[in-house]
């Protein structure tokens, strides 16, 4: 049996996303399975700093663990419509447990809108495989990638999302790879 992804929606993500990404995510991983929660995860209580606007990164995080447990899932990715944080840090795209399974990815500046554009839904599914990629790569144990078109490549900024490939580099493949993960072909970079 494979991977056995869980894509759960927070903050009203539209369920059209979120089943489109759980179609890409199967396809990502020889033998994954990648499925949608029915119902949307409530956001935690306290976890909104109304000074910021934004949540704190961690305690989603920490509901993102407390799901894949009670659900026996391998992967459990929380993708939430709001911006957040994490100390330090004026915002992040997501976060995940290194190794452990889970992980969360905030939507908010992922949207054109965000920055002023006009909607664009293609734009917006590719910066969302991207940084879910991503996500679930930490989740699987990768660290970050020096290899700028690698999907786990750090980003910084919209900017740094645009310039990756929603795609693992050989170095990273070949670690995964070593977890017992395998990347499919067309998720694989053209080193």
Same mark, same amino acid.
């Given at each position: ?6 894509v759960?929606g927070a !903050? &009203?993500? /539209?369920? *059209? ?5 759980a179609a ?5 991983? %020889?033998g !994954?399975? !990648?499925?949608?929660l029915e119902?949307?995860v409530?956001?935690p209580?306290?976890a909104?700093? /109304? &000074?910021? +606007?934004q949540?704190l990164?961690?305690a989603?995080?920490e509901?993102a663990?407390?799901?894949? @447990?009670a %659900?026996?899932?391998d992967? #459990?990715?929380?993708?939430a419509? %709001?911006?957040?944080?994490?100390p &330090?840090?004026? $915002?992040? $795209?997501g976060q995940?447990v290194l190794?452990g +399974?889970a992980?969360v990815v905030?939507t908010?500046r992922l949207r054109?809108?965000f920055? +002023?554009h006009a /909607?664009?839904?293609?734009?917006y599914?590719?910066r969302? #495989?991207k940084?879910?990629?991503? *996500? #679930?790569g ?6 970050? =990638?020096?290899?700028?078109?690698c999907?786990?490549s $750090?980003?910084n900024s919209?900017?740094e999302? &645009?310039?990756?490939?929603p795609r693992? =580099?050989s @170095? =990273?493949?070949?670690? #995964?790879?070593g977890?017992g993960v395998?990347?499919? /072909? +067309?998720?694989?970079l053209?080193?």
């Open positions: 049996m494979g991977l056995m992804i869980l759960a !903050a &009203g993500e /539209p369920w *059209e996303s979120l089943e489109w990404l890409r995510l199967s396809e990502a991983y %020889t !994954a399975a !990648a499925r949608v119902r949307q409530p956001l209580p306290g909104y700093d /109304p &000074g910021r +606007g949540y990164s961690e989603l995080l509901e663990v407390r799901l894949r @447990r %659900t026996g899932a992967l #459990l990715l929380l993708v419509r %709001t911006d957040a944080y994490s &330090g840090l004026n $915002f992040v $795209f995940a190794g +399974g992980a905030y908010a054109p809108e920055y +002023g /909607p664009d839904e293609a734009l599914r590719l969302l #495989l940084e879910a990629l991503h *996500e #679930l930490h989740a699987l144990g990768l660290g970050h =990638c020096s290899n700028p078109r999907v786990m $750090f980003s919209i900017v999302v &645009g310039a990756k490939e693992y =580099c @170095r =990273c493949a070949a670690r #995964l790879a977890l395998a990347v499919s /072909p +067309g998720y694989l053209a080193d």
